[in-house]
Antibody, heavy 121, light 108 residues
C-alpha cells in the first residue's frame, strides 16, 4: 500500500523538544517534495514546513522559523521534523504530506494520519 | 506573505444543492491554488489543484476555477458525503503554502 505514517508525537513541557517522523511505504519518498502541516484543536490547517527533493530547499512558516528543522533520510525512506523550544501554541496534530516532484503534478496528494503533539506544563 | 481569505465561513445547504465557496488571495498566485476536503478526525483530501484540475478519483460534481486573486470551488448536486470542511491553499512560489481559514458545509 502507498502510505505515510507519522510517529513521535506526545506530551512535552514548554521549552522542550520532540522529533516527529513520517515513514513512507509503497513509494520512494526521496523522489518527492514533502510538507508538514499542523492543525490545532478545533482550528484550521496551518502549513509548517517544506523540503525539496534535494534537501537544499527547506522553508518554514514564520511561527516556527528558527525552532523547527525539516530533514529527510533516503535510506530510511523517511521525513523528519525536529521541534525545539516548543510552546503551548505548538499543540496540534501534525501531518506529513507528499508533493509531486514536478510543478505540474498534484501537491499534497497523499497525507499521513497525523500525530498529536501536546505542549503543556 | 500571501493571505488567503475564504467565504463564507459556514454554508448551510441541502442534498442536491449547488454550492460555491470563494477564496481570495492578497496578491496574485496565478493558478497555483488547491482545494481540500476534511472530515472530522481525518486528514485532508486533495480535490482540485492548479486551480481547476480535478484530482484522480474525485467525483466530477466538484469543479474549480479562477486565476490571479479570486478562485471558486463549486459542488454540483451536493451529496451526503460532501458535508465537511473545505480549505483552499496557495503554492505560488513553493516557499510558502498558505491555507484559507476553511469553510464548513453543514446540513440545512
Amino acid at each position: 500500500d502507498v502510505q505515510l505514517v507519522e510517529s513521535g508525537g506526545g506530551l512535552v513541557q514548554p521549552g522542550g523538544s520532540l522529533r516527529l517522523s513520517c515513514a513512507a511505504s509503497g513509494f520512494s519518498l526521496s523522489t518527492y517534495r514533502m510538507n508538514w502541516v499542523r492543525q490545532a484543536p478545533g482550528r484550521g490547517l496551518e502549513w509548517v514546513s517544506y523540503i525539496g527533493t534535494s534537501s537544499s530547499a527547506a522553508y518554514y512558516a514564520d511561527s516556527v522559523k528558527g525552532r523547527f528543522t525539516i530533514s529527510r533520510d533516503a535510506a530510511k525512506n523517511s521525513l523528519y521534523l525536529q521541534m525545539n523550544s516548543l510552546r503551548v501554541d505548538d499543540t496540534a496534530i501534525y501531518f506529513c504530506a507528499r508533493v509531486g516532484p514536478q510543478l505540474w503534478l498534484p501537491p499534497n496528494d497523499l497525507w499521513g494520519q497525523g500525530t498529536l503533539v501536546s505542549v503543556s506544563s | 506573505d500571501i493571505q488567503m481569505t475564504q467565504s463564507p465561513s459556514t454554508l448551510s445547504a441541502s442534498v442536491g444543492d449547488r454550492v460555491s465557496i470563494t477564496c481570495r488571495a492578497s496578491q496574485s498566485v496565478t493558478t497555483w491554488l488547491a482545494w481540500y476536503q476534511q472530515k472530522p478526525g481525518k486528514a485532508p483530501k486533495l480535490l482540485i489543484y492548479k486551480a481547476s484540475t480535478l484530482e484522480r478519483g474525485v467525483p466530477s460534481r466538484f469543479s474549480g476555477n479562477g486565476s490571479g486573486t479570486e478562485f471558486t470551488l463549486t459542488v454540483d448536486s451536493l451529496q451526503p458525503d460532501d458535508f465537511a470542511t473545505y480549505y483552499c491553499q496557495e503554492y505560488n512560489n513553493f516557499s510558502t503554502w498558505t491555507f484559507g481559514q476553511g469553510t464548513r458545509v453543514e446540513i440545512k
